[in-house]
């Protein structure tokens, strides 16, 4: 019979030693509102825009990322590079929105 | 009374500086239902002659998006009225908005390439910059149907988003 302690080191080591598991965050857009505005996430996170609106908005990074994401429809992204990005919808400059990646 | 209320919101929509109507100047909803409707048409159709008349790939871009939005608008507000079981009432201030509206587009309609460009996008920043204003102090507020001023707010702010727009487009152009 393996001692219980033994036990217990094992599987504290296979929590420690798992990667951590990449999470899909959804930011909700409804009436040219972003929500919620400013995510948390970190580098290997995808975020899912889920637009409940009639209209076509964009999640353009100046310089940087855009994704498109159609009236009725979800559109996602995977953050590749850790920092904080300010994003806006191209089509109507007052959607804005933030997401800090974490290495 | 009416004749006095619509004259002012005409001059302010048209001028985007007049004082307040009075509160008992208010439109009413069905006359606030085809108001909003008549601006929606009035850029639609400002964007269909850029569509014809334009070259330019940002100008071109713009005016399809002005295309798509204002008729997805005016599509919710169809059936909004439908459901609400409002008829939507010409009255004066439409008229001098449509008016108006032509007679930008015959101006419009003697310029070419870059010249016609900068003042379809000119006159874009201060269309929806006057609609804005409209919305925000006259329409909104005089509207009694509650589903009928939300969806006037999000009107608000695809056209402030639009005036921002076109404002990105117009420093591309200089
Ligand atoms: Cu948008």
Known sequence: MVPKRHLWIALALTVIAAPVKAETIQVTIDKLVFSPATVEAKVGDTIEWVNKDMFAHTATVNGGWEVMIPPKKSASLTLKAAGAVDYFCRFHPNMKGHIAVAP | ?174
């Open chain 2, 1 to 174: 009374m009416l004749i006095r209320h619509t004259a002012a919101l005409a001059a302010m929509l048209l001028l985007g500086t007049a004082p307040l109507a009075q509160a008992a100047d208010k439109p009413t909803d069905p006359q606030i239902a085809h108001i909003a409707y008549t601006a929606g048409v009035i850029d639609v159709e400002a964007a269909k002659q850029a569509l014809k008349k334009s070259k330019n790939k940002e100008v071109l871009a713009f005016a399809k998006d002005m295309v798509r939005d204002h008729e997805a608008v005016n599509v919710q507000a169809l059936d909004l009225v439908k459901k609400l079981k409002v008829t939507p009432e010409d009255n004066d201030t439409s008229k001098a908005l449509t008016k108006a509206a032509a007679g930008e587009r015959a101006k419009l309609a003697k310029l070419k390439g870059a010249a016609f460009d900068k003042a379809y996008v000119d006159n874009e920043v201060a269309y929806h910059k006057q609609v804005d204003g409209a919305l925000e102090t006259l329409l909104i507020p005089s509207a009694s149907n509650a589903e009928l001023k939300s969806l006037l707010e999000t009107g608000l702010k695809i056209f402030q988003g639009h005036e921002q727009h076109a404002e990105h487009v117009a420093s591309m152009l200089k």
